[in-house]
């Protein structure tokens, strides 16, 4: 199912009674929605902050609009990661919850709730080497490792990972929080799988966050493998 693009949606105004700095800055981007193999919509894409401003346990709104411009559905969710750092992109997976939804012809996403911070977090000083990518029958399998490299044991721990097409888009993301505790020096292997991803994928990126009181880390964009 193809459905038409949108423009490049600023973020104009935030919930201020909940502390979310309003800014013109915040866009969203390489948006789009899709129906996954269950029937469900999903509005999926990235959060850009081009501001010096950080953020915590941001929330989305999406809407769904018919041909007479009447809102047919609503979802909202986080941002992955929760945490929004100055300069930075977030990805964002939001899903309605009815499946089989008839009509849609656009959508809107905007942030409709989350904290500034005063300051930037600290480094975590965590690193992700050695991460790939490659297809296996209709899914993506995404393997890696991530080192500790600080002497603070972290207890909770989370991957994020989006697949782009050759133009950039968001096509599908995965969100995966790590059990136990990450120590000094520790190095966990991570292995996750996006079981539908469509062949324009090319490309993925992960985020590594390591709870609300230091900044997450990412990786560059890396080829799919096939």
């Known amino acids: 199912m193809r459905w038409p693009p949108t423009r490049r949606i600023a973020v104009m105004a935030l919930v201020l009674a909940l502390g979310v700095v309003a800014s013109a800055a915040k866009c969203i981007e390489?948006?789009?929605?899709?129906?996954?193999?269950?029937?469900?919509?999903?509005?999926?894409?990235?959060?850009?902050?081009?501001?010096?401003?950080?953020?915590?346990?941001?929330?989305?709104?999406?809407?769904?609009?018919?041909?007479?411009d009447n809102v047919i559905a609503e979802a909202t969710g986080p941002l992955c990661p929760e945490s929004v750092q100055p300069h930075s992109q977030n990805v964002f997976?939001?899903?309605?919850?009815?499946?089989?939804?008839v009509g849609a012809v656009r959508y809107e996403v905007r942030p409709i709730a989350g904290v500034t911070l005063p300051n930037a977090l600290p480094d975590p000083k965590i690193?992700?080497?050695?991460?790939?990518?490659?297809?296996?029958?209709?899914?993506?399998?995404?393997?890696?490792?991530?080192?500790?490299?600080?002497?603070?044991?972290?207890?909770?721990?989370?991957?994020?990972?989006?697949?782009?097409?050759?133009?950039?888009?968001?096509?599908?993301?995965l969100s995966k929080p790590i059990t136990g505790d990450f120590t000094p020096g520790q190095a966990l292997i991570f292995e996750g799988g996006l079981p539908d991803v469509p062949d324009e994928g090319v490309?993925?990126?992960?985020?590594?966050?390591?709870?609300?009181?230091?900044?997450?880390?990412?990786?560059?964009?890396?080829?799919i493998q096939n």
Not at 93 to 101: A, C, G, K, S, T
């Open 127 to 173: 690193f992700l080497i050695r991460f790939y990518a490659r297809r296996l029958g209709p899914g993506v399998i995404v393997v890696g490792q991530v080192r500790n490299d600080s002497h603070v044991t972290y207890p909770h721990t989370a991957l994020c990972a989006a697949v782009f097409n050759n133009k950039g888009k968001v096509i599908r993301s």
């Open 93 to 101: 997976d939001l899903r309605f919850p009815n499946p089989n939804i």
């Open 203 to 223: 490309q993925f990126r992960l985020w590594f966050t390591s709870g609300d009181a230091t900044q997450w880390v990412s990786s560059e964009k890396v080829t």
């Open 30 to 68: 390489n948006d789009q929605m899709f129906v996954d193999t269950e029937g469900y919509t999903h509005v999926i894409g990235n959060m850009t902050n081009e501001t010096d401003v950080s953020a915590s346990t941001v929330t989305l709104s999406a809407k769904l609009f018919d041909a007479n």
